[in-house]
């Protein structure tokens, strides 16, 4: 019989595989909780209406796994946060009190074609604060993601930050009589143009109704790259994350849109220097979310990072760390049938003193074990065969080091501890 494949654009995590995705997790827990932002999540179902006003039309007619209920209402697999975050805080809105600083990390689907650096399945990272508007609360929120950047190893040299307001492009195209009605098409068209070659992206352009003098003078905005200077938002925004530490990471680039209708100020994409991938992380400031979910009015600034390009960032840049899947301290072989009781204790025996103690179930050759512990980057084998059970001892194995040592029955949690501790066992 075949073996049964994995749905398309979906991913299987084996032991190596997850040890990386626990350490992504782990180091985004670290640099979220650094700037006193609290975990939450919000359902993996959600209520197609949901994403259906404010998201956009591609992400909902073309991206979003869709399906109907057995009482016929349309669900949706998450393909995004955002709008599930206003929708919690529109639940709970007179009862919350603002500043809102919160994380997740957790499964997200859309229906794309799978690529490198795109699955259908995904793992994201979400960070927002709610409540204050000013341009320093889109800066902190900036500067957690270069933190991170900067606490894997990801210089500026390697990834940059660029910033566009949308109210200063929504000013370019007032300028140039591209009426509100038209805005979104436009700026759903400026988030493709590094999708499209040239001659197709003007084609485009045509089509959805810009003349040519219109495109003439977007064409001008997108090369503008002293723009920002004209926006006290802007202004601020670099200010601040030079407060903070981190403007090395960024700069103005008045082509950064994003695609989603809900975002109404500040904006920002993380892009790789060798630029074999279209964003790294995103987000911006979106100030009608929670109101047009039924809440309170009150702002809000986010930003997103999916799993999939980062690891390859991360692998192009030879920044992942090494790994070791196998969680265990020690192994505890088996001699003989006869001491198998004996070891199955003595590993018991360790996990009580909080130590990781995985147990050889066969009595296999020694070598053998010795082998299955050095593949998985297990350091200690501890060994209680006739010799040890007469002495009243443990024989531990440091394969890293070769050596060998042999305390008491009672002393060997206290030596391993010590030994994985690096400190003298004396």
């Given amino acids: ?5 994995a749905v398309k654009g979906t991913r299987d995590f084996y032991p190596e595989d997850m040890a990386l995705r ?5 180091t985004i827990r670290r640099v979220s909780e650094s700037f006193g932002y609290q975990e939450y999540d919000a359902p993996f179902l959600e209520r197609l209406e949901l994403y259906a006003a404010k998201s956009g039309e591609e ?6 796994f869709v399906f109907p209920d057995r009482s016929g209402d349309f669900i ?6 955002t709008l599930g975050l206003a929708r919690m805080v529109a639940g709970k809105s007179k009862s919350l009190t603002p500043p809102l600083r919160w994380w997740s990390f957790g499964p997200f689907w859309r229906y794309e ?6 699955t259908r399945e995904f793992f994201q990272w979400n960070v927002d ?17 270069a933190t991170f950047l900067r606490q894997v190893g990801l210089g500026p040299e390697a990834v940059r930050i660029l910033v566009n307001d949308r109210r200063l492009a929504e000013a370019g195209l007032d300028a140039m009589g591209i009426p509100s009605a038209q805005r979104s098409t436009v700026f759903r068209l400026i988030d493709r143009r590094e999708k499209l070659p040239p001659g197709a992206w003007e084609a485009q352009a045509h089509e959805v109704g810009l003349e040519a003098a219109q495109f003439s003078g977007l064409q001008r905005l997108l090369a503008d790259t002293q723009a920002w200077k004209r926006s006290p938002e802007l202004v601020t925004f670099f200010d601040a994350v030079e407060t903070l530490g981190v403007a090395d990471y960024f700069a103005y680039d008045p082509a950064i849109i994003r695609g989603l209708d809900y975002y109404t100020g500040i904006v920002f994409e993380a892009r790789d220097a060798a630029g074999e991938h279209r964003a790294v992380l995103g987000g911006g400031r979106y100030d009608n979310l929670v109101g047009e979910v039924g809440g309170d009015p009150i702002g809000g600034t986010g930003f997103a990072m999916g799993d999939v390009v980062i690891g390859l960032v991360l692998a192009g840049h030879r920044a992942l760390p090494e790994l070791r899947p196998s969680p265990s301290q020690v192994l505890v072989a088996t001699f003989d049938a006869a001491t198998r009781s004996e ?7 360790l996990r009580a003193a909080e130590i990781n103690a995985e147990w050889y179930p ?9 082998k299955y512990a050095d593949r998985r980057r297990i350091r200690f084998v501890a060994l209680v065969g006739p010799d040890e059970v007469a002495a009243g001892t443990v024989s531990i194995k440091d394969l890293t080091r070769g050596t060998q040592a042999a305390p008491r029955r009672q002393d060997a949690a206290a030596y391993l501890r010590a030994a994985i501790e690096g400190r003298s066992a004396a």
């Avoid at 066969?362 to 010795?370: H, I, N, S, T, V």
């Fill in 1 to 5: 019989m075949a073996v049964i494949p």
């Fill in 22 to 26: 626990t350490w992504l997790y782990a």
């Fill in 59 to 64: 992400l909902v007619k073309e991206q979003t």
């Fill in 76 to 81: 949706a697999l998450r393909p995004e946060l």
């Fill in 113 to 118: 074609r799978p690529q490198k650096g795109r």
């Fill in 129 to 145: 604060l709610m409540g204050p508007q000013s341009p320093e609360a889109d800066a902190e929120v900036a500067a957690v993601s």
């Fill in 343 to 349: 070891a199955m204790r003595l590993a018991a025996d």
């Fill in 362 to 370: 066969e009595a296999d050759k020694l070598q053998r074990q010795y």
